[in-house]
């Protein structure tokens, strides 16, 4: 007789290694009272440009830092450092997206407790980011004006996984003839009642917003 | 090319360039997460691996099948299948009450009564879910 193949049932997530650290991290941040968004976007969409206003306002009232993913440059983070927040590169070498354990290790030196909040600017990749936890609060992607409104229905999956959006670059909507009443449709339509706050990190346009709803985010953490 | 076991050695190219697609970082933790499970079955040959894919994983089944192939390389999962079940998306609906499926990622409501669906309750597995053993 010949012996059948057995199946061994297992049930182990595939990212359990990236889940483990990403927990690890939660509880880390949690203690020290930092509050953690992670960004998610297309290259271009104004990450670092959002960022750079972000910190700089954060910086009145709190203690902010930022991590940023890039493939090979540290041309972000010399343009973040002009905040005067602590501002740390990742090079990411060849790999599209940012591992738990890259922010681990790029956290080693820093004290979380001095922190209010920390940014990580992932990679600017719509497709990869999206499978692996980085121990954030808070996942926010960001859809330029120039970009179209249809990028959420390309990119659902990642839109689906995100906390909040915040429509970039809005003082262009109107010579690219953004429809920012499609856009919000779109967004609804893949991730029903996701907030979407609009703004402009060159004029200002919407910052207060953003920097409130931060603010509260962390209070209600 | 990589025929012989000497040239296997020296063959290295598209790994480089696959390393941008996400799909082999998640083969390469495809088979740590096998070989651990393997040291429990010292012995057995280790025909297949079974996968739960959700239609929200951000992961595509091709690309994993062609990733894998790559990463099984000089490992002991050389001549190992990946068998993927596909995971469609499963919500619960608010408005029926219960279990539903939606209309499609890009349209994220209830496929009976288009409630938007905000609780997803299957559709992100990213699991091995069992190991195929040679008897």
Request: with cysteine.
């Amino acid at each position: 007789m010949i012996a059948e193949p057995r199946i061994v049932e297992v049930r182990q997530n595939i990212l359990k290694h990236n889940d483990q650290i990403a927990r690890v991290l939660r509880q880390r941040f949690r203690e020290a009272g930092v509050f953690v968004v992670s960004m998610v976007s297309s290259p271009g969409s104004g990450k670092t440009a959002l960022l750079e206003k972000t910190l700089k306002l954060l910086r009145e009232n709190y203690r902010p830092a930022a991590l940023v993913g890039d493939l090979a440059t540290d041309n972000d983070a010399v343009r973040l450092a002009r905040s005067q927040a602590p501002v740390k590169q990742i090079v990411t070498g060849t790999l599209c997206h940012l591992e738990a354990a890259m922010v681990q290790h790029a956290l080693e030196e820093w004290t979380l407790a001095d922190l209010d909040f920390l940014f990580i600017e992932n990679v600017g990749n719509l497709v990869c980011p999206s499978s692996w936890d980085l121990g954030e609060d808070l996942r926010l992607v960001l859809l330029s004006v120039t970009e179209g409104e249809d990028k959420p229905l390309k990119y659902p999956t990642i839109f689906n996984s995100a906390d909040v959006a915040v429509v970039t670059k809005i003082d262009l909507a109107e010579a690219v003839e953004f429809d920012s009443e499609a856009a919000q449709r779109n967004i609804q339509a893949v991730r029903p009642g996701m907030r979407v706050i609009q703004v402009s990190s060159k004029t200002g346009q919407g910052m207060d917003d953003w920097i409130e709803f931060l603010v509260s985010q962390r209070r209600g953490a | 090319m990589a025929g012989s076991a000497s040239g296997k050695q020296l063959w290295r190219p598209s790994y480089t360039l696959v390393r941008r697609m996400h799909e082999l970082s998640i083969a390469m933790s495809i088979i740590d997460v096998a070989e651990e499970e393997a040291e429990r079955h010292c012995g057995r040959r280790i025909e297949a691996i079974h996968l739960k894919l959700g239609a929200l994983s951000g992961v595509v089944s091709g690309a994993l099948q062609s990733a894998f192939e790559l990463a099984r390389e000089q490992t002991m999962f050389e001549s190992c299948r990946l068998v993927i079940e596909e995971i469609p998306i499963v919500v619960f609906c608010s408005k029926c009450q219960t279990e539903r499926s939606v209309r499609s990622p890009q349209w994220f409501c209830c496929a009976e009564c288009d409630t938007p669906a905000t609780q997803v309750l299957q559709g992100r597995e990213l699991q091995v879910s069992g190991l195929e053993l040679s008897a």
